[in-house]
């Protein structure tokens, strides 16, 4: 099911899961076979813009989607976390893969306008600063027991 809903995330059509009006992309290359790279772009990069909209809107913060992300859902834990994976290639560099990937596929996957503003800022800016300190975890002090 989490394979065939981020299929539908990527653009992939989905079959039963296709909603209703809704047409149903395909994929095919001149070759008659699946380029697996190009699926894996897609889904990493539809799953890091869904966490990036979540943390745009204050649903969640870096460390927290990150953990969620290769504990909960399974992200390739070799990204460090859905929006380590951003931040790892830089935001330049994700926006300029999700915008060849538009235009190469035709898949919905559009970096809101407030990453793009991010990445202006800067190329790698995904801390937690500002956050609102009882969204942290209070680290313990050593040699104290609670």
Same mark, same amino acid.
């Given at each position: !099911?989490? /394979?065939?809903?981020?299929?539908?995330?990527?653009?992939?059509? #989905?079959? #039963?899961?296709?909603? &209703?009006?809704?047409?149903?992309?395909?994929?095919?290359?001149?070759?008659?076979?699946? *380029?697996?790279?190009?699926?894996?772009?897609?889904?990493?990069?539809?799953?890091?813009?869904?966490?990036?909209?979540? %943390?745009?809107?204050?649903?969640?913060?870096?460390?927290?989607? *990150?953990?969620? #992300?290769?504990?909960? %859902? =399974?992200? &390739?834990?070799?990204?460090?976390?859905?929006?380590?994976? /951003? *931040?790892?290639?830089?935001? =330049?560099?994700?926006?300029?893969?999700?915008?060849?990937?538009?235009?190469?596929?035709?898949?919905?996957?559009? &970096?809101?306008?407030?990453?793009?503003?991010?990445?202006?800022? #800067? *190329?790698?800016?995904?801390?937690?600063?500002?956050?609102?300190?009882?969204?942290?975890?209070? !680290?313990?002090?050593?040699?104290?027991?609670?």
């Amino acid at each position: !099911m989490l /394979i065939e809903n981020g299929g539908l995330a990527a653009g992939f059509a #989905s079959g #039963s899961l296709s909603l &209703p009006g809704q047409q149903a992309k395909t994929f095919e290359s001149s070759t008659g076979s699946v *380029d697996v790279a190009l699926v894996k772009q897609r889904l990493l990069c539809s799953q890091a813009l869904a966490a990036a909209e979540c %943390w745009e809107e204050g649903l969640t913060d870096p460390v927290t989607a *990150d953990v969620a #992300s290769t504990l909960l %859902w =399974n992200f &390739p834990s070799y990204t460090g976390g859905v929006l380590s994976y /951003i *931040d790892t290639i830089g935001l =330049n560099a994700f926006i300029s893969l999700c915008d060849s990937l538009s235009t190469k596929t035709g898949a919905d996957l559009n &970096p809101t306008p407030w990453l793009r503003a991010k990445a202006q800022e #800067s *190329d790698r800016n995904l801390s937690t600063d500002g956050l609102k300190s009882e969204r942290r975890c209070p !680290m313990p002090t050593p040699g104290v027991l609670s």
